[in-house]
């Protein structure tokens, strides 16, 4: 019979012991100077990261018992850092928002996690890295098997890191050249773009998510100001051909919609060209109303360029 300390169990809760003291979730506000617990920035986190989440995706996505997290919420809300409303898509269920003094709270807690992950790793040598995070990669793929075999990874909506800007020019240059033969005038325009972007943008009024899977980026989106009051426009949605068919298009622009609604903007609208089928159909099904098409020529091929426009109404 093997012993206890052969087991996988006993191997885990060791795991367990020494790593939640390594990055000292025991005391979590002390460590990252913060008034929050662990649990009460885990749930900003991922207020943070999606388009939009309702008290149910909360209790089901960190399993936690309903009376707890209602608490919890009144407590957040107390301190005007989310705000509770029926939801958009059921008015049975209560749709949970971070407030603008709630982004800027998530924001400092996403920048002191980091900042305490990097100095973790200051002591780890760089040739050990990569197989640190592999390991880790690899705890992360087994422990979250589904009933079928295979791993069950969920899309993470996050904003842009270093070198993320770069990586939306380069994959919309290289994957409308692929699929559509546009030419480098293509890439100009998305580099004009996401240089307007970089170096002049309201992080109040103006976003850029990036979709992450299983550690890469598959996706992005920006959600800027119009030349017209009250109007936000969505550009640049991208979705790498490998990931497609999982909804992280229509995970993309319910982040946008969501954000220009929850901002205050009263219209949205969009350009596109009518080649582009499955983006079509995720605004329709977003409800983008079509409101013009005209012929042009550009990226060295025949389009029709279309406008799309949306009314977003008042902030619910």
Same mark, same amino acid.
């Given at each position: 019979m093997a012993h206890a300390s052969d087991t996988p169990i006993h191997e885990i809760r060791a795991f367990n012991r020494f790593y939640t003291n390594l990055i000292g979730a025991l005391d979590y506000s002390r460590q990252l100077y913060v008034p929050y617990t662990l649990t009460e920035a885990r749930v900003l986190y991922e207020l943070a990261h999606a388009s939009h989440l309702d008290a149910a995706d909360l209790r089901s996505e960190?399993?936690?018992?309903? *009376?707890?997290?209602?608490?919890? @919420?009144? !407590?957040?809300?107390?301190?005007?850092?989310?705000?509770?409303?029926?939801?958009?898509?059921?008015?049975? $269920?209560?749709?949970?928002?971070?407030?603008?003094?709630?982004?800027?709270?998530?924001?400092?807690?996403?920048e002191r996690s980091t900042e305490a992950?990097? &100095? %973790? %790793? &200051?002591?780890?040598?760089?040739?050990? $890295?990569?197989?640190?995070?592999?390991?880790?990669?690899?705890?992360?793929?087994? %422990?979250? !098997?589904?009933?079928?075999?295979?791993? +069950? &990874?969920?899309?993470? @909506? $996050?904003?842009? *890191?270093? *070198?993320?800007?770069?990586?939306? +020019?380069? $994959?919309?240059?290289?994957?409308?050249?692929?699929?559509?033969?546009?030419?480098?005038?293509?890439?100009g325009l998305v580099a004009r773009i996401v240089a307007d972007f970089a170096e002049d943008h309201d992080p109040h009024l103006e976003r850029v998510w990036i979709a992450e899977l299983d550690g890469r980026p598959v996706g992005s989106v920006m959600c800027v100001r119009d030349e017209a009051p009250g109007t936000a426009r969505l550009r640049l949605l991208l979705v790498e051909p490998d990931t497609r068919g999982r909804g992280i298009g229509d995970q993309l622009v319910d982040a946008c919609v969501e954000f220009a609604r929850g901002v205050g903007y009263r219209e949205m609208t969009l350009w596109t060209n009518d080649v582009l089928r499955a983006a079509r159909a995720i605004y329709q099904r977003h409800g983008f109303v079509l409101v013009e098409e005209k012929p042009h020529r550009s990226f060295g091929a025949d389009l029709m360029g279309q406008d799309w426009h949306l009314h977003l109404g008042s902030a619910s």
């Open positions: 960190l399993s936690l018992d309903a *009376g707890y997290l209602s608490r919890l @919420l009144g !407590k957040l809300e107390k301190d005007g850092i989310v705000e509770r409303a029926p939801s958009t898509r059921d008015p049975r $269920r209560q749709r949970i928002t971070l407030t603008a003094r709630g982004r800027e709270t998530a924001g400092l807690l996403d992950i990097g &100095s %973790l %790793l &200051s002591g780890v040598p760089a040739a050990e $890295r990569p197989r640190l995070a592999t390991a880790m990669r690899t705890v992360r793929e087994i %422990l979250s !098997k589904g009933e079928g075999g295979a791993a +069950v &990874s969920r899309p993470l @909506l $996050r904003e842009p *890191g270093p *070198g993320d800007l770069g990586w939306i +020019v380069q $994959r919309n240059a290289a994957l409308y050249a692929a699929e559509f033969g546009w030419n480098t005038d293509y890439e």
